[in-house]
C-alpha cells in the first residue's frame, strides 16, 4: 500500500538557521507529491507540488523541495527560517486509485526559537 | 467571496446525537473530500466525491455518512456520533485533473461528550 513517512515529528530550528523536512514516500510510478503547511487552528495552505520536470520545485515563501527517484524522497528546504514558519508541514502523495486523493504523512510541528 | 467553506467551526455534541458538518465551494470543482486530522495520523481520508450524486468511501468511512446533491455542497453526517470521532475534519475539493491542487476549508473541530 502506498505511504508516506515523515521522521522527524517535531523540530526545533533558531530564526535565522536553514531548515529541511524530510519526506520518504513509497509508490511504484512517477507521483503526485505536495507540501502543505498548516497554522494553528487554520486549514491547509499549499506550499509547492511535483508531478513532473525539474526535480527542484520552487514554492511560496521561500520553499523549496527537491525530488529524489533514487531516495524515493521528497525533503523541503528553507535556507533562512523566520518566526513566522512555525507551524505543522504536511507532505502528500496523490493515491493511485485516482480521484486525485490524498495520502498525507504524520506530519512535522516546527518551533522557531528567536 | 470566492473559495471553500465550513460550517459551524466548533461544535460540541454527546455521544449518539447525529451531527451535520456542512461543506460549500464556490469554484464547481467536480472533485471533493472530507478528511479528519487526529495527532500522529496527519489527514485521513474519509469519503470523497467525483461528482454530483457519485461519492464512494476513503480509508476511514464507518460511522459517516456523505450525500452531494449539488456540485458545490458536500455534507458530512454522523449518524450517531461516538467519542473516537472528537477530531478536525477538513472538506477540500480540486477541478479534478491529474495533479490538480486540492484546495481545503478551514476545519471543524468537533468534540464528542
Known sequence: AQSVTQPDIHITV???ASLELRCNYSYGATPYLFWYVQSPGQGLQLLLKYFSGDTLVQGIKGFE????????????RKPSVHWSDAAEYFCAVVSSGGYNKLIFGAGTRLAVHP | ?????????????????????????????SYMFWYRQDLGHGLRLIYYSAAADIT???EVPDGYV???SK????????????????????CASNGGGAG?????????RLTVL
Open chain 1, 14 to 16: 533558531s530564526e535565522g
Open chain 1, 65 to 76: 523541495a527537491e525530488f529524489k527517484r533514487s531516495q524515493s524522497s521528497f525533503n523541503l
Open chain 2, 1 to 29: 467571496d470566492a473559495g471553500i467553506t465550513q460550517s459551524p467551526r466548533y461544535k460540541i455534541t454527546e455521544t449518539g446525537r447525529q451531527v451535520t458538518l456542512m461543506c460549500h465551494q464556490t469554484w464547481s470543482h
Open chain 2, 56 to 58: 464512494d468511501k476513503g
Open chain 2, 66 to 68: 456523505v450525500s452531494r
Open chain 2, 71 to 90: 456540485t458545490e455542497n458536500f455534507p458530512l453526517t454522523l449518524e450517531s456520533a461516538t467519542r473516537s470521532q472528537t477530531s478536525v475534519y477538513f
Open chain 2, 100 to 108: 490538480d491542487t486540492q484546495y481545503f476549508g478551514p476545519g471543524t
